[in-house]
């Protein structure tokens, strides 16, 4: 029986495509990364049509996070899709993608010990949910921007409401293609007429989240 760093050959598995691999664990494991950090790693998940706010709460939140001395990093959808997801289009299948590799770089994030912000569309929810499904349990945190259409596009800050609307884009999320909002999240930020709440604020309401489940601390 061949071994390799203690581990017997019959340990390779096949995972997809890749045939004959072998997890290689290490001292420094993620509880050690978290004493380092003071925290707790995690993946906060924040969905939500085009201009409901994403980015602005993701960033609100990171900076409210650095000034509490917490470590963590922001995916945002526009800016993986500039580079690891540059070949994805917004067809269904390759949203899917989008998320699924988004889910699998967030969960390494978690388990080196970073808060991991989240901030896509993520329309589906079968594919919000598989990612759930990649980490421990109550270490996926699903904030939705409940922020209807009507103010979303009234924002369009990047125009593509507007270019929607006139057929210069096709399969826009909320006009062509679907949005499926959460059944069930742990955190809604609403906006409407009578709920006018700032980034910062909706942030703290996820801080105030995480406090109180242990996060901000080892
Ligand atoms: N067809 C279509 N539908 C929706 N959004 C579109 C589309 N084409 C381009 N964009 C811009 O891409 C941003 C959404 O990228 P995501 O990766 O978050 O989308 S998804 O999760 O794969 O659905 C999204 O950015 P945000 O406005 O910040 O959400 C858009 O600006
Ligand atoms: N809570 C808020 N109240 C008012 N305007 C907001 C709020 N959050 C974001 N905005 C504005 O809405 C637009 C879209 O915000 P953004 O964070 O880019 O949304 P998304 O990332 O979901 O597309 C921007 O012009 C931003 O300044």
């Known amino acids: 029986m061949v071994c390799y760093l203690g581990r017997t050959v019959s340990q390779l598995a096949t995972i997809g ?15 050690e990364r978290q004493k380092l950090l003071k925290q707790k790693g995690c993946v906060i ?20 996070l650095h000034c509490r001395g917490k470590l963590s990093y922001i995916l945002d ?15 269904a299948e390759d949203r899917a993608e989008n998320i699924r590799r988004v ?6 994030f978690a388990d080196a010990g970073l808060i991991c912000i989240a901030s896509l569309i993520s329309p589906y929810r079968r594919d919000r949910d ?14 939705f921007m409940d922020v209807p259409l009507q103010v979303c596009e009234a924002r369009d800050p990047k125009g593509l409401y507007k270019l ?3 057929g210069k884009i096709e399969g826009f999320t909320g006009i062509h293609d679907p949005y499926e909002p959460p059944l069930n999240c742990e955190i809604v930020l609403e906006h409407s007429e009578e709920v006018c709440a700032s980034p ?14 242990g996060y901000l601390q080892a």
């Open 130 to 143: 598989a990612c759930r499904a990649l980490l421990p349990e109550g270490s996926f945190i699903e904030v």
């Open 164 to 166: 929607a609307r006139a």
């Open 17 to 31: 495509n890749s045939t004959n691999i072998m997890w290689h664990g290490c001292p420094v494991d993620k509880v």
């Open 45 to 64: 998940w924040i969905t939500g049509l085009s201009g409901s706010g994403k980015s602005s709460v993701a960033c609100a939140l990171s900076q409210s």
């Open 77 to 91: 959808g526009d800016n993986v899709r500039h580079g690891l997801n540059r070949d994805l289009s917004f067809k």
């Open 103 to 108: 889910g699998e770089v967030a969960k390494l």
């Open 200 to 213: 910062r604020d909706m942030a703290e309401k996820v801080i105030h989240y995480l406090e109180e489940n």
